[in-house]
């Protein structure tokens, strides 16, 4: 198995730009997510969702999309790149048994993501 | 979510035991403990969780208070690469259903 796989894992954009960045998880889990890391700072939760056509927002939403077309997929979206978004991007997934993530999150190694 | 507090920092010599508290004194019934350590800049490990019971497994310990307001991960022979910060996070369900918040973790750094 794979686990959960981000790319690209590092990412260069002007300011205005759009793009996607990807999250693959191959172990059928229900639950997947995005997190940004700034540094010095623990994880904020960006999106998550909780099955195929189910997202919602977390923390720090504003100015990312996200879709849940596939149980395998969940992409992140950036609409219009702005320098505040610079930071370190990480995927999780997980299963969801009795309101818990069974065997705990299973994260990628992340997208290192900087606007100029 | 509770809120979780942790020391900042703590330090442990290689093959002693690291001790790292939390505490949690709002968790609600429902509400499980995680504990995950992120090495450098790698995504997070996943280490233990648990809901009430003291649970073991091959990497670390969790010991839960009774009341449940605190809880300490044990990490029982130290090793080097143990070095990293090492998260305490109560997750939420409901509407949050399972949803992590971290917050600033513990430096744990092993030293020779």
């Known amino acids: 198995n794979a686990g959960v796989t981000q790319t690209p894992k590092f990412q260069v954009l002007k300011t205005g730009q759009s793009m996607t960045l990807q999250c693959a998880q191959d172990?059928?889990?229900?639950?997947m997510s995005w997190y940004r890391q700034d540094p010095g700072m623990g994880l904020r939760l960006i999106h998550y969702s909780v099955g195929a056509g189910i997202t919602d927002q977390g923390e720090v939403p504003n100015g990312y999309n996200v879709s849940r077309s596939t149980t395998e997929d969940f992409p992140l979206r950036l609409l219009s790149a702005a320098p505040s978004q610079t930071s370190v991007y990480f995927c999780?997934?997980?299963?969801?048994?009795?309101?818990?993530?069974?065997?705990?999150?299973?994260f990628g190694s992340g997208t290192r993501l900087t606007v100029v | 979510d509770a809120k979780t507090t942790q020391p900042t920092s703590m330090d442990c010599a290689e093959g002693r035991a690291a001790n790292l508290p939390c505490n949690h004194s709002t968790i609600s019934g429902n509400e499980y403990v995680y504990w995950y350590r992120q090495i450098h800049s790698q995504g997070p490990q996943y280490i233990i969780h648990g809901l009430k019971n003291n649970e073991t497994n091959e990497m670390a310990s969790l010991i839960i208070t009774e009341d449940r307001k605190s809880s300490t991960l044990i990490l029982p022979h130290a090793t080097l690469r143990d070095t990293a910060v090492y998260y305490c996070?109560?997750?939420?369900?409901?509407?949050?259903?399972?949803?992590?918040?971290f917050g600033q973790g513990t430096i744990l750094t092993v030293h020779p």
């Open positions: 172990m059928n889990h229900e639950y």
């Open positions: 996070i109560v997750s939420s369900g409901g509407t949050s259903y399972g949803k992590l918040t």
């Open positions: 999780a997934s997980s299963y969801m048994i009795l309101g818990a993530a069974e065997g705990g999150y299973t």
